[in-house]
């Protein structure tokens, strides 16, 4: 019982890390957890734990890591029939699979989502869910497919902020994209860091910054990957490994930004 008890709180340890930012922490308050844990016996909790883990990773573009993690976690939640955390780690892995170009997978991951919240009538889940599947949907080129999903999402937050400009910019509507770009930056400012990373890096495929607009999101970009280890050029594949290339603009109509 001590032990389990004490996964407990470490657990909890690692989730306030998580939240501050700490992320290295938080995985290491993470492990702790489930090292007590599984000397405990406490199969379940340590795959709870664990699903903690692989998002810390999912985010920080660690996706070889995260995704045996998460498989193994589903595992345990469907052996033992407990749809919410089973559907949460479902969701990790449609994330996954979307950012590593995987659209079909993706898609077969947020369907068992959708069914587990589904039997729990969990509506604002299923409302989330709708974002990430949004998400995919421009990761993989489809904007119109995102602006429909986000009519379902919620429509307050910084993400579905970023995803509804990204769509925007794929549809070469330069000027309102960039401003709800911007919208979605300044909202994430007073959220996660992983929001605001998120958002900073979605602006910078604007044509419309200058150049100095262009230096400033790169330097906190930079610094956001140094504070979070993010693997840069993974967690948003659609973003260039090196400069960013900005397009021309048209003398007719704004130019699409690379996505």
Known sequence: MALVRRCGI???????????????????????????????????????????????????GRFTEAEPILQEAVEVFRAADTPSPWAFAEV?????????GRPQDSAEHFDVAERLYGRLHLDADLAELML?????AVVRGDAGAALALLE??????????RTRGLALLRLEDAAAGTEVLREAVTTARSGSPFELYCCL???????????????????????????????????LPYDPPAEVSIPRQRADRPAAART
Not at 12 to 35: F, H, K, M, P, T
Not at 152 to 161: D, F, H, I, K, R
Not at 202 to 217: C, G, H, I, V, Y
């Open 10 to 60: 470490l657990s909890q340890l690692g989730a306030r890390a998580y939240y501050a930012g700490q992320w290295d922490l938080a995985i290491s308050r993470y492990e702790q957890a489930c090292e007590a844990g599984t000397r405990g016996g406490d199969v379940w909790l340590v795959a709870v734990v664990r699903s903690n883990i692989g998002e810390v990773m999912v985010e920080q």
């Open 92 to 100: 990790l892995l449609g994330r996954l699979c979307a950012r590593s």
């Open 132 to 136: 990430w599947r949004a998400d995919a």
């Open 152 to 161: 379902g999402a919620p429509g307050l937050g910084s993400l579905p902020l």
């Open 201 to 235: 890096q979605a602006l910078q495929r604007s044509p419309l910054l200058t150049a100095a607009e262009r230096a400033e999101a790169r330097g906190e970009v930079l610094e956001l990957e140094r504070r979070l280890s993010i693997v840069p050029s993974v967690v």
